[in-house]
């Protein structure tokens, strides 16, 4: 069941048998008055509106979470390959190795036949919301991203290059794109304290889509500093007391790649597989030493090192293959957050 924010009007998702909802955005309190259900006879020729719909998953609570989403736009003149794979893979991944319960995994792709669960930009918003609500101290939140991004003239005067960062949905032509500022708005800036969020973004131009205000970067010396990247105009991006993390596939002024030159098998996003490879190769015991596995094996792309092995690197071997781009690959990984931290901490999802 929706009903409406009273303060900010944004639709949220009620839990089963609940009269009242605390809104993720702006902490109103919206009272329900729950009616029993009336049995109505339905017809099999009416067709809903997937627009009057958002996704609703089982477990709308719990302590850990995760929005995953994967767009191969096919059929279209700007076709990627390996979106899809990438996001059974994410899935599998935080499934099998790190507890995520199935129902608290929700997963947007073309491949779903619920319209609710395609990755428009409606649902893609709409899940977002559904995935920070009801947040509580101890819960670990993910966000996977695989598919366009792009970039757009920013009018705010909050980018230091003048431009924001933006992810495609797949009616993106039509509704437009979801742009950093709204992420920001919607799972950042409403984490409340002792909840962490993680987000994985395989995409161009993703440095700072998530307009974390701080990105980690390597000095001359190897050490890691923090750079600045608050908006010019002195508004806000970090969450309510909460942790938020991003990694990204690339800088914002560079592109990723949907290649076959990692897995060697089929196409997936160089960072997600990159992602993935690294925790199975035990890796990703700090955040640190995850981002530098995920650069080095960017580096070594165009090397004859192949995939390596492990139960979710070894699942791309089940899916359909497609080829793509091969040889070396120029992206660099990033790391970016709300509050600086040490890079030596631990990983965990």
Known sequence: MLVDCVSCHTPLVLPPGAQSIRCALCNAVTLVNVQPPSVAPTSRSSTPNPLQYSPQPPNPHGSKK?????INYKYSRYQLKGCINDAKCMKYMLTTKFGFPEASVLMLSEEQQN?????TRYNIHMAMVWLVQGCQPGDSLVFHYSGHGSQQRDYAGEEQDGYDETI???????QGMIVDNEINDTIVKPLPYGVRLNAIIDACHSGTVLDLPYVCRFNSYGQFVWEDQRPMNGAWKGTSGGEAFSFSGCDDNQTSADTS????????????FCFIQ???????????????????????????????????TSLLEMLV????????LTQEPQLSCATPFDINIPFYL
């Open 115 to 119: 319209p609710t669960m395609r990755p």
């Open 321 to 328: 293959s497609g080829g793509s781009l091969t040889g070396g």
């Open 278 to 312: 690294a925790i199975e190769r035990g890796h990703a015991h700090t955040y640190g030493s995850l981002l530098v596995s995920m650069r080095n094996a960017i580096r070594e792309a165009g090397s004859t090192s192949g995939m390596g092995s492990g139960p979710i």
């Open 66 to 70: 995760a929005l995953i989403c994967g």
């Open 261 to 272: 030159a990692l897995s060697r098998v089929t196409s997936t996003g160089a960072m997600t």
């Open 168 to 174: 495609c949905p797949i009616d993106f032509e039509t």
